[in-house]
Structure formats: structure tokens, C-alpha cells
Nanobody, 123 residues
């Protein structure tokens, strides 16, 4: 199971850090991604990190604002210069893989979803 926390209400231009933890001792066996969803829209990819943390990918609209990182037990999403359009429920997701370079970017490839955490950015 995954748990995400760190969401909240922030003004535009502010920062939040989300973190994702897993109940498994082998979290490093998983590529992890952050996705987000607003009502009426499909869940979309935000950022992904490989098992080792050496391979990272961002969707264009968060590049240079968001940073994904990980240690042995958590995956983090540092969100800076937040905009009202970043308002969404953010989900941590994981895919157990053997490829060290693999980055999780597609909802269809997710093995495990976290419950989501609300991020609200006021203008």
C-alpha cells in the first residue's frame, strides 16, 4: 500500500512538498510516479522516477518548478512556484519492475495507487 501526504492550501507562488511512503520493505523495487486529477478530467502524469533514482521525467508544464526525488523509503515531490492550475488531487503510484532505468508515466502501467492528497493553490 502507498500513502501520500503533504498536500494543502497555498497561495500562488508558494511551495509544498509531497511525500509517498510504502508499506513494503522493498520500495526500491518500484518505479514511482506522481499523477494528478481534477474533477471531470482524466488522471495525468506529472513526474516519475526510476527504481534507482537516476532516471527522471517531468511533464512539460511542471519542468523547472517541480522536483521528484527518492530515498530508500520515500518518494518526494517538491513543488515550487505553484500556480492555480496546479490545483488537483495528487496521487502517488508505483510499478514493480526489474529495469533500473524504467520510468512510470502511464496510468495503465500502475500496479499500486495511493489514496491521493489534495493540493489547492489560490490566486
Amino acid at each position: 500500500q502507498l500513502q501520500a501526504c503533504g498536500g494543502g492550501l497555498v497561495q500562488a507562488g508558494g511551495s509544498l512538498m509531497l511525500s509517498c511512503t510504502a508499506s513494503t520493505r522493498t520500495f526500491t523495487d518500484y518505479a514511482v510516479g506522481w499523477f494528478r486529477q481534477v474533477p471531470g478530467m482524466e488522471r495525468e502524469f506529472v513526474a516519475g522516477i526510476s527504481r534507482t533514482g537516476r532516471n527522471i521525467k517531468y511533464v512539460d508544464f511542471v519542468k523547472n518548478r517541480f522536483t521528484i526525488s527518492r530515498d530508500k523509503v520515500k518518494v518526494y515531490l517538491q513543488m515550487n512556484n505553484l500556480k492555480p492550475d496546479d490545483t488537483a488531487v495528487y496521487y502517488c503510484a508505483a510499478d514493480q519492475v526489474g529495469n533500473n532505468a524504467y520510468i512510470l508515466t502511464k496510468s495503465a502501467d500502475v500496479d499500486v495507487w495511493g489514496p491521493g492528497t489534495q493540493v489547492t493553490v489560490s490566486s
